[in-house]
């Protein structure tokens, strides 16, 4: 289980008073762990423009925390992949969503599998207003080798059709 807590131990320059015993700062440290344990201590934050997203606890929490904290932003940003992709591949990202699962879904190791589960669940409870499935997330993970490697190599598909006969630019 990953924890994201750190505690440090140092020899403070202060009065004996100012200082920590050790069994304090021990105390302190598992408290702080057993919240990152519960998946309770997601912070967000921005920094020079970038949404910051700090999340810990066993990987379904991490998961989950991760796509409540951001469902607004991935429901734009999958609404307009869906877009491209359909505009530029002829193809759904629920397509794409299903051949992932097909290719590299047993693939998977089982930590990160139930971080996208997480994920996916997270997104739900963060207001995205539709299902969304471990294969969507895996999919968008996945969005980059499907449309770059995957699309242009079957013989059928749009991408094919798309590129004519030959497959060189029409220009």
């Known amino acids: 289980e990953y924890m994201g807590t750190t505690c440090f131990f140092s020899r403070p320059r202060h009065s004996r008073a100012m200082r920590l015993s050790a069994l304090g700062l021990i105390t302190l440290c598992l408290f702080l ?11 967000r934050s921005s920094q020079a423009g970038w949404i910051v997203v ?3 606890g066993s990987a379904y929490n991490r998961g989950f925390d991760f796509g409540k904290a951001t469902a607004a932003e991935y429901s734009a940003a999958y609404d307009a992949l869906s877009f491209f992709t359909l505009q530029t591949y002829g193809v759904t990202m629920e397509y794409l969503a299903q051949v992932a699962l097909e290719l590299h879904g047993a693939m998977i190791p089982a930590e990160y599998a139930e971080e996208m589960q997480g994920i996916a669940d997270g997104l739900v409870a963060g207001g995205i ?5 471990y294969g969507e997330i895996l999919g968008w993970n996945d969005f ?6 995957w699309l242009p190599l079957q013989p059928n598909g749009a991408v094919a059709r798309r590129r004519g006969v030959g497959g060189h630019c029409s220009a």
């Open 33 to 43: 762990a057993s919240l990152a344990r519960c998946g309770t201590a997601t912070v």
């Open 54 to 56: 700090e999340v810990s």
């Open 129 to 133: 207003g539709r299902n969304v499935t």
């Open 144 to 149: 980059m080798e499907l449309s770059g490697y």
